[in-house]
C-alpha cells in the first residue's frame, strides 16, 4: 500500500529547473527566474502534475553542470521522487554538449523522466526529437561565442586601465561612477592600522589576534553589515575572527597604493571557470588612478620587510631604463637585471646564458647599472657635439644603410614573418578540428585540454615573435630614412644633464656589452652602441669632441675604464 502510494506520488511530481547567467546576455526579463517560474509552472499543471518542486540557479553559468541547484534535482531523480523534468529550454540545462546529451539520452531515459522543454518544443512523451543533439550543439557555441566576446571586451577595458574586478576591503564603488573607486574611511582606518602594526614589528599571525581582540569584523562580514554581496565560501568562524591569509593579503595588496592592476588571474577555457594566477608580466598596471589609502613609500617599506622586494627595485616590476637594450656580445642573449644581495643600492646586469646559471655564455658579462649611466650620458653628449659640429661627416656615416640594405634585410624578415603567420593560421585551423572531435565525442575532454594548452603556447609564442618580426620590419624602415630623422632626434638632446628613458628609447638600438678586460693593471670595459638609423659607428676622437674619460669603482677596490669598441663601424 506504501509503495503504491509513492508510486502515485513520483507520477505526479514534476521538478520544474529554472536558470540565469550572464551568459545568456539577454534583453528584458523573459529569462528572468520569476518568469520561468511562472510559465514552467502553467504547463506543468496543463500536463496534469499536481506536485510541483522547483530548482533554480541564478547567476552561473550553464557550461558547468556543477550547480547547487541542478545537482539537488539530480540526487532527487536518483532517489525516484520524479515523473518529470520542466525547463524552458534545453539551454536552461546547460550548454555543454556532451553532458546534456548525456543526460537526456541517458539519464533520463534510464530513470524513467519525461523531459518537457517548452521554448524548443520537446516532450519526450510524444517521440523523440532530432533536432535535440543539434539545438545541444548550438547551445554551447553560443556558450564559446559569448566567452569569447567578453574576454575581448574585458580586455580592452582592462588594457584601457578601468577596474576589472571589485573594489579590495578600504574601497568602494563610487556611487556616481561604478567604474571609479573611493576610499571607504572606516575600513580604510582598518587597513591603515594593519600596515603601522607590521612596521611596528608585529607578525601576521600577531595582528589577526590583536584584531580579533579588538572586536573588529572581517572584511567579509563588514561587507555583509553593508548589504555588500561578495562571491566566496561562507566563513568558519565568527565576524570577528581574523585569519592570518586574510591579514596578508591586505598587506600584500598594491591596489592601495592607488594603483589599478588588472588581469592578475586568468580562465584556460569557457569550459573551464577555475582561475589561476597570471604571470606578473601579462599584468596591466595602472599607477595613481584612485586615492591611496598607503602611501607607495610605506607600501614597499612593509614589502622589504616582509621579503616579498628589495628596496632597489619597486613591486610593481618596473624595469631599469637598460632593460631590453643590453646584450651579451659574445652569445647574443639579452643581460638581465639584478641587485646586490648584501647592498640593494647597488644594481648591475650580467649575461642571462651565463654557464653559472645553466647556460653556456663563458662569461658573466657584469655591468654595473650606474656605470652604464655615466658612459650613455657621455657618449650621446659627444654624439650631438659631433652632429653639430660635423654634420655634413656625420651623414656620410649614414651610407653604409643604403635603400638596397634596408630592403635586403626587409626581405628576409618579411619570410620569416610570412611563415609565422602561416603557422599561425594553421594552429587556429588545428585548434577547430580538435574542438568540433570534442563536441562530437571523437576526443575526451583530457585529451582536447592537453591539445588546446599545447597549441595555445605554441600560438602564445608565435604572436609574440610575429610582433618582434614586424617591429623589426618597422626598424628596416627608420633604417633607410634619411640623416634628417636622426639628426633631429639627437639636437633635442644637445643640453641634456641627465639620461631618461625616453632618450635611450629615441637614440638607442641595443647595447652589446663585452666581458670586462684586464689591461694594464686596470679593468676597461668595452661597450658597442648601436643607435637608431645609423647603427655601431665610431665618432672621432677630435679636439672638440674627445673621448669620454670614464672610471668607476664598482666594487671595493676594482677599478673600471670605460673604453668604446675599435670594431664598431
Same mark, same amino acid.
Given at each position: 500500500m506504501k509503495q503504491s502510494k509513492s508510486r502515485k506520488s513520483r507520477e505526479t511530481t514534476a521538478f520544474l529547473y529554472e536558470r540565469l547567467s550572464r551568459d545568456d546576455n539577454l534583453d528584458?526579463?523573459?529569462?528572468?527566474?520569476?518568469?520561468?517560474?511562472?510559465?514552467?509552472?502553467?504547463?506543468?499543471?496543463?500536463?496534469?502534475?499536481?506536485?510541483?518542486v522547483h530548482f533554480y540557479d541564478d547567476g552561473i553559468s550553464g557550461v558547468t553542470m556543477d550547480r547547487p541547484g541542478f545537482t539537488n534535482m539530480i540526487q532527487e531523480i536518483e532517489n525516484g521522487k520524479a515523473a518529470a523534468v520542466f525547463v524552458k529550454d534545453l539551454s536552461r540545462l546547460g550548454r555543454n554538449y556532451i553532458e546534456v546529451g548525456r543526460l537526456t539520452e541517458e539519464f533520463f531515459p534510464e530513470h524513467d523522466i519525461r523531459l518537457v522543454a517548452v521554448s524548443d518544443g520537446i516532450d519526450t512523451d510524444e517521440g523523440e526529437n532530432e533536432l535535440a543533439p543539434i539545438k545541444n550543439l548550438f547551445n554551447e557555441w553560443y556558450a564559446r561565442d559569448i566567452s569569447k566576446k567578453r574576454r575581448i571586451s574585458n580586455k580592452i577595458k582592462g588594457n584601457s586601465g578601468e577596474p576589472m574586478g571589485q573594489p579590495p576591503y578600504g574601497y568602494t564603488k563610487d556611487p556616481d561612477n561604478p567604474k571609479r573607486w573611493i576610499v571607504d574611511e572606516t575600513a580604510a582606518a582598518v587597513v591603515r592600522k594593519i600596515y603601522r602594526m607590521s612596521l611596528d614589528g608585529m607578525g601576521i599571525e600577531q595582528i589577526a589576534d590583536a584584531l580579533s581582540k579588538e572586536g573588529i569584523l572581517?572584511?567579509?562580514?563588514?561587507?555583509?553589515?553593508?548589504?555588500?554581496?561578495?562571491?566566496?565560501?561562507?566563513?568558519?568562524?565568527?565576524?570577528?575572527?581574523?585569519?592570518?591569509?586574510?591579514?596578508?593579503k591586505i598587506l600584500s595588496l598594491q591596489e592601495y597604493c592607488g594603483d589599478v592592476l588588472n588581469f592578475k588571474t586568468y580562465s584556460k577555457s569557457y569550459k573551464n571557470?577555475?582561475?589561476?594566477?597570471?604571470d606578473r608580466e601579462n599584468w596591466a598596471i595602472f599607477k595613481d588612478v584612485h586615492e591611496p589609502i598607503i602611501p607607495r613609500a610605506t607600501w614597499e617599506k612593509v614589502q622589504?620587510?616582509?621579503?616579498k622586494i628589495r628596496k632597489r627595485c619597486t613591486h610593481e616590476g618596473d624595469r631599469n631604463m637598460f632593460s631590453g637594450l643590453l646584450v651579451c656580445a659574445d652569445c647574443g642573449c639579452n643581460l638581465h637585471y639584478h641587485f646586490n644581495q648584501g647592498n640593494p643600492e647597488i644594481k648591475y646586469f650580467n649575461c642571462s646564458n651565463y654557464k653559472g646559471n645553466r647556460g653556456t655564455c663563458s662569461s658573466t658579462h657584469y655591468i654595473r647599472a650606474d656605470f652604464l649611466e655615466e658612459v650613455m650620458l657621455a657618449e650621446i653628449r659627444r654624439l650631438t657635439r659631433f652632429v653639430s659640429h660635423y654634420e655634413k661627416e656625420f651623414a656620410a656615416l649614414m651610407m653604409g644603410f643604403t635603400q638596397q640594405a634596408a630592403e635586403d634585410e626587409r626581405k628576409i624578415i618579411q619570410k620569416e614573418l610570412d611563415a609565422a603567420k602561416a603557422r599561425d593560421r594553421e594552429l587556429?585551423?588545428?585548434?577547430?578540428?580538435?574542438?568540433?572531435?570534442?563536441?562530437?565525442?571523437?576526443? %575526451?575532454?583530457?585529451? =582536447?585540454?592537453?591539445?588546446?594548452? @599545447? /597549441?595555445?603556447?605554441?600560438?602564445?609564442?608565435?604572436?609574440?615573435?610575429?610582433?618582434?618580426?614586424?617591429d623589426d620590419i618597422e626598424r628596416t624602415k627608420?633604417?633607410?630614412? %634619411?640623416?634628417?630623422? =636622426?639628426?633631429?632626434?639627437?639636437? @633635442? /638632446?644637445?643640453?641634456a644633464r641627465k639620461l631618461t628613458p625616453r632618450m635611450l628609447d629615441e637614440l638607442v638600438q641595443?647595447?652589446?656589452?663585452?666581458?670586462a678586460e684586464k689591461v694594464d693593471g686596470v679593468w676597461v670595459q668595452r661597450l658597442t652602441i648601436h643607435y637608431n638609423c645609423v647603427g655601431a659607428i665610431t665618432l672621432p676622437d677630435a679636439l672638440t669632441n674627445p673621448m669620454?674619460?670614464?672610471?668607476?669603482?664598482?666594487?671595493?677596490?676594482?677599478?673600471?675604464?670605460?673604453q668604446p669598441d675599435s670594431r664598431a663601424g
Open positions: 528584458g526579463d523573459s529569462y528572468s527566474i520569476q518568469n520561468q517560474k511562472k510559465l514552467l509552472t502553467k504547463v506543468a499543471k496543463e500536463k496534469g502534475y499536481t506536485n510541483l572581517t572584511p567579509r562580514f563588514y561587507w555583509q553589515a553593508r548589504g555588500v554581496n561578495r562571491a566566496g565560501k561562507p566563513p568558519k568562524y565568527g565576524p570577528c575572527h581574523w585569519n592570518s591569509s586574510t591579514v596578508t571557470k577555475r582561475r589561476l594566477e597570471n622589504e620587510k616582509r621579503g587556429d585551423s588545428l585548434f577547430e578540428h580538435i574542438y568540433e572531435d570534442n563536441v562530437a565525442g571523437k576526443l %575526451t575532454d583530457e585529451r =582536447f585540454a592537453r591539445m588546446s594548452a @599545447k /597549441y595555445e603556447g605554441e600560438q602564445k609564442e608565435l604572436r609574440a615573435k610575429i610582433k618582434a618580426l614586424q627608420s633604417k633607410a630614412a %634619411t640623416a634628417d630623422m =636622426f639628426i633631429s632626434a639627437v639636437r @633635442k /638632446y644637445t643640453r641595443r647595447i652589446e656589452v663585452h666581458q669620454p674619460d670614464i672610471i668607476m669603482n664598482t666594487r671595493k677596490g676594482v677599478y673600471v675604464s670605460y
